[in-house]
């Protein structure tokens, strides 16, 4: 009988064992459930890597409707390594599996990959997106693909993107610039005296490099961006978003229509802080008709040194932008510099008169790259640090729009000529590189 018992004690117990493990294991597997299980059994072909590695900007992911842009070392993120920023289409996201090249083999297995979607997408069918990926242990990995369910046993076709910022620990003082302007997208001018004139007066204010993400530009900017790239301090990225897509040339697509906002604009944004991540101290986030304008210091490190002193928790620096229109300049009948009337677009420095500002003020970003996750345009999405409105007594954006399209009454228009502080070193640059690019025709004639 006592033997009985024992027996039927051990049965309660194993059946409860038995029902714990049923409920932990199966029915509750915990967070990684919408995650898809790794792939092991590649049919690879070669085993070597990578076979064939995009050279381009935009790539497009086999078996759907996204594009890749670029893949990035980025350990900020727990759990994460890679960074591949990337346009999905919304309404299209699938899971994927990240495949590593490691040491020139391909890696035994894949990892599952995490697909973040920025917030600001305005509308639009497209939208920038982070895919983060894991390295396996014991992999060096120096390129990285993607596959979806549908191509997951195919490996030998894959198309490769290399790793960048490979180093992550690198310290301040050692990189390479202080400034890097970033302007996002260049499609279809030809606004050459406006660029030469602006380029310039970034060099002037300790600006180091210029990333321009190129579409498209006439024939002018382009002998110009082409003498810049030569000199190093222009650094032209191609961006054919084009070939892809039909992108909007507006910022909200229930008033301009498209794919994407802005001809890509937050890929590339985001995209060129990644670029500059172990390079540049700081990222300046605006656009070519837009000057950072220090007004009580004559270069922005000064500024952003004894701002950075104060708040040394800052990593995101918003700038108040100001608007200066187009407005009839008095000049004598000769005009300023003659020989500039032959190069297209504006002079910058006729726009001496701005609008007061109506308290309705829109900011642009200097950024330190290494605290920023995801950024828009004018706020950062995701960021590691505090943020700081700089006074605009203090600094503010000369913006100088082709054109407005409101008029403003004369007693909110105020004269200020900043830029006319810079003009004895100005001047004579911007006509230097003008005839180095072979844009002042009256002097190519003699």
Not at 234 to 251: K, L
């Amino acid at each position: 009988m006592e033997k009985w018992k024992n027996l039927r004690r051990k049965f309660f117990f194993l059946s409860i064992g038995i029902f714990i493990f049923v409920v932990v294991v199966v029915i509750f597997p915990g967070p990684d459930e919408a995650i898809p299980n790794p792939i092991r059994n590649l049919r690879r072909g070669p085993n070597s890597c990578p076979l064939e590695t995009s050279d381009k900007t935009i790539t497009p992911l086999k078996n759907t409707k996204h594009l890749l842009v670029s893949a990035y070392m980025d350990q900020r993120v727990n759990g994460f390594d890679i960074r591949i920023i990337s346009i999905f289409r919304r309404d299209s996201i699938q899971p994927l599996q990240c495949l590593f090249c490691c040491a020139g083999q391909v890696s035994n297995t894949t990892t599952p990959a995490k697909i973040h979607e920025h917030s600001d997408n305005f509308g639009f069918p497209f939208a920038t997106t982070d895919v983060m990926c894991q390295i396996p242990q014991t992999c060096r990995a120096t390129h990285v693909s993607l596959l979806s369910q549908l191509d997951s046993v195919e490996v030998s076709s894959q198309i490769w993107l290399p790793i960048r910022n490979q180093k992550t620990k690198g310290k301040e003082e050692e990189l390479q610039y202080d400034f890097t302007v970033c302007i996002s997208n260049l499609f279809e001018f030809n606004n050459a005296l406006q660029y030469a004139q602006t380029l310039e007066m970034y060099r002037l204010l300790g600006v180091g490099r210029v990333v321009i993400y190129n579409t498209s530009c006439g024939p002018d900017l382009d002998r110009l961006l082409q003498s810049y790239s030569k000199e190093g301090f222009v650094e032209m990225v191609s961006w054919p978003i084009t070939q892809y897509m039909n992108p909007s040339r507006g910022w909200l697509f229930s008033m301009y229509g498209g794919d994407i906002h802005y001809f890509g604009q937050l890929a590339t944004l985001n995209e060129c802080i990644y670029r500059s991540m172990d390079r540049s101290r700081y990222v300046l986030l605006h656009d070519i008709d837009e000057i950072i304008m220090p007004y009580q210091h004559n270069s922005l490190k000064p500024l952003m040194d004894i701002l950075q002193q104060q708040h040394p928790k800052v990593g995101v620096f918003f700038i108040e932008k100001h608007i200066y229109p187009k407005k009839p300049f008095e000049e004598s009948k000769s005009g300023l510099l003659p020989k500039w009337r032959g190069v297209p677009s504006f002079n910058i420095l006729e726009r001496i008169y701005k609008w007061v500002p109506d308290g309705k003020a829109e900011y642009k970003l200097i950024v330190q790259p290494r605290m920023v996750e995801q950024t828009s345009v004018h706020l950062v999405l995701e960021k590691f640090g505090e943020e700081f409105k700089i006074p605009p007594e203090l600094c503010h954006i000369i913006h100088a729009p082709l054109s407005t399209h409101t008029v403003q009454p004369l007693e909110k228009i105020q004269l200020d000529t900043r830029l006319w502080d810079f003009n004895d070193k100005l001047i004579p640059n911007v006509k230097n590189v003008l005839r180095r690019a072979g844009l002042l025709r009256s002097e190519s004639k003699t």
